[in-house]
């Protein structure tokens, strides 16, 4: 089981999380794309921590909400979507050549990540876009109970998928995420260890509701900005050796 995380987040005297620190313990650093944190330095900063311990690299585009961390929904036309997107991987393409790496996928950010779910025409832009880059990216998405249909229209244009689970996340019966503002959205040690294991040896974890689901997923996701992120991300990697 990989572990992620999103990184790059920090700008100018704003640091979010210790990245040095964080980044031996997991094997994909999803890098933000300068839309909703990040700024110059702190995205080569995290490009070259990740070459260093040979971390995958991911874009980690969002919509254009800086002031909402990314977090509040937009209504963009499907060319403006496309447009914000090629803009962003284009970056983190470039960066990576600049350094000698290669950056290997691409996961949606906050409400893009959520709206690429829930809303067929965004989901397909953000495919296509993924899909039109030189090389071959993949895209990561939500280890969703019901993925049919992300898996179909991927499928349709030849682009690969990788699942993501959350370690530091609660979740529904419907195998969505708890939103962050009701109480016990986000899970913090011991809870979150306990959720990572369960996940990554394939057995089913407990929902807000009490009840069991099965996610099937590829990757385990902490968030930089949990409380304890660094000791949660150290626990995780324990239990996913």
């Known amino acids: 089981m990989k572990i992620n995380c999103d990184l790059g987040e920090g700008f100018g ?3 979010l999380c210790d990245t040095e620190a964080i980044m031996p ?5 999803n890098i933000a794309c300068g839309m909703h944190a990040g700024d110059p330095v702190e995205t080569i900063r995290t490009i070259e921590l990740a070459k260093q311990h040979n971390v995958m690299i991911g874009a980690h585009p969002s919509y254009p909400d800086r002031q909402g961390f990314g977090r509040r929904h937009m209504r963009m036309s499907a060319k403006e979507l496309a447009d914000c997107l090629t803009y962003q991987i284009a970056l983190l393409y470039g960066l ?5 790496c290669a950056l290997s996928y691409v ?3 906050g409400a893009l990540y959520h709206d690429m779910v829930s809303d067929t025409e965004i989901r397909k832009t ?3 876009v ?3 880059f030189e090389q071959d990216l993949f895209c990561m998405v939500p280890a969703y109970i019901q993925s049919s249909e992300m898996v179909a229209d991927a499928e349709q244009i030849g682009l690969s998928l990788q699942f993501e689970a959350f370690a530091d996340r609660a979740y529904h019966h419907t195998g969505e995420l708890v939103g962050r503002a009701q109480p016990n959205a986000v899970l913090t040690l011991p809870e979150a260890e306990t959720q990572a294991q369960k996940i990554a040896v394939g057995s089913s974890i407990t929902t807000l509701e009490g009840t069991e689901i099965l996610l099937h997923a590829d990757t385990l996701c902490v968030h930089s900005d949990t409380p304890n992120a ?3 991300i150290k626990a995780v990697h324990r239990k996913c050796k």
Do not use: G, S, V
Request: proline fraction near 4%; aromatic fraction near 16%; include cysteine.
């Open 13 to 15: 005297r704003y640091q």
């Open 25 to 29: 313990f997991i094997h994909q650093a």
């Open 96 to 100: 990576c050549q600049r350094y000698n």
């Open 107 to 109: 996961k949606p950010h």
């Open 126 to 128: 953000i495919f296509k």
């Open 130 to 132: 993924i899909k039109d």
């Open 230 to 232: 660094l000791e949660l």
